[in-house]
């Protein structure tokens, strides 16, 4: 959709970036300790992000391990937030909550996507309103963006209505976080 943009108008906008102090990593659960180690085959930490894993390829899910989970997680919450994209708020690339409270991994494709069937775990919102994963998709010219895999291990499962949105996942998870841990990926175009 926003390779549609023109690279002017991507330019323009290079400077307008919600930014990664604006992540849930750093302005909800800044305080929680980064004892997760988060880790993807397809890319290194802060490296760029193969093109099959945005909507610029196939846009299906990355492969995601998370190793490192406390004694006393009940769950795993994922949460996939686009720092630079030129809104106020980081955009929500996927919410997965209520899994497992152990170490574990998710293989390519494993989650829901828009050219992927996925597993349909316990999805949350976008922000294109899908429960499912949405491939990074930068405006041209407006240089790299930093997508933030983010897992989080609870002290207790969820009680959320189906198919929460950002802010109800946020404020159900306040107070019951124990560990944190993000993989970084970059994508930009032209």
Known sequence: MLEKIPHAVGEALAGLKAGLEKTAYHASFGDVPATISVSSRAFADEAPMPA?????????????AWRGLPQGAHSVVILIEDADSPTPNPLVHLIVWNLAGTDDALPEGGIASPNGPGVHL??????????????????????????????????QTLDLPASPGRTALLDAMKGHVLAKGRLTGTYARG
């Open 122 to 155: 316990n999805l949350g919102r976008n922000s294109f309103l899908r429960d499912q994963y949405l491939p990074p998709d930068p405006p041209n010219g407006h240089g790299p963006h930093r997508y933030v895999f983010q897992v989080y291990a609870l002290d």
């Open 52 to 64: 099959r894993f945005t909507e610029d390829g196939a846009g299906v899910s990355p492969p995601l």
